[in-house]
T-cell receptor, first 109, second 112 residues
Framework: GIQVEQSPPDLILQEGANSTLRCNFS?????LQWFHQNPWGQLINLFY???GTKQNGRLSATTVATERYSLLYISSSQTTDSGVYFC???????????FGDGTTLTVKP | NAGVTQTPKFRILKIGQSMTLQCTQD?????MYWYRQDPGMGLKLIYY???????DKGEVPNGYNVSRSTTEDFPLRLELAAPSQTSVYFC???????????FGQGTRLTVV
């Protein structure tokens, strides 16, 4: 099956700093999502982005499908951005997503 | 609009017991999924369904069963619980194909 690698595995930032999270995948995809899992375990949809660029406030994402990677940018980080960020991709006809192991972000005040 | 609702939120089972994790969605989604998340890992697909009456195995189906009698409900059954099934379970739904998936709040299950 498709392989998903996220980097870095852990990231510690000072509040106000910017960061870039990366997701590499081993095959072409028809679906890619970024999620934030907060410290209470809830999964929050950030972006549905199989290709192109999207922005939502301080967050933006870019997927370059032909080169099989996606980037999540967090600007002016806040302590509430802490948690685990997951990339999930799908290359099936049934919407079955394969998740990466996540990037754990800690933002210090 | 409640989205995807899972019950219970927490449960402790003894080895060998059985239980059903409930999942219901009110978005009229055709596609529904069950994932498990072990500590420090991403989610792994257990079972999925592309519509009422249709289910299929995912990556880690052993020890689980599902049914899909209605569009709204997709219960996950654990028979003969084992410590290896200690995990957080997430239900999700999506419609139509190639759109974003929506996740429930999760069920934290401990088997002792």
């Amino acid at each position: 099956g498709i392989q998903v690698e996220q980097s870095p595995p852990d990231l510690i930032l000072q509040e106000g700093a910017n960061s870039t999270l990366r997701c590499n995948f081993s095959d072409s995809v028809n679906n890619l999502q970024w999620f934030h899992q907060n410290p209470w375990g809830q999964l929050i949809n950030l972006f549905y982005i199989p290709s192109g660029t999207k922005q939502n406030g301080r967050l933006s994402a870019t997927t370059v499908a032909t080169e099989r990677y996606s980037l999540l940018y967090i600007s002016s980080s806040q302590t509430t951005d802490s948690g685990v960020y997951f990339c999930a991709v799908d290359n099936t006809n049934a919407g079955k997503s394969t998740f990466g192991d996540g990037t754990t972000l800690t933002v210090k005040p | 609009n409640a989205g995807v609702t899972q019950t219970p939120k927490f449960r402790i089972l003894k080895i060998g017991q059985s239980m059903t994790l409930q999942c219901t969605q009110d978005m009229n989604h055709n596609y529904m999924y069950w994932y498990r998340q072990d500590p420090g890992m991403g989610l792994k697909l257990i079972y999925y369904s592309v519509g009422a009456g249709i289910t299929d195995k995912g990556e880690v189906p052993n020890g689980y069963n599902v049914s899909r009698s209605t569009t709204e409900d997709f219960p996950l059954r654990l028979e003969l619980a084992a410590p290896s099934q200690t995990s957080v379970y997430f239900c999700a739904s999506s419609y139509p194909l190639n759109t974003e998936a929506f996740f429930g709040q999760g069920t934290r299950l401990t088997v002792v």
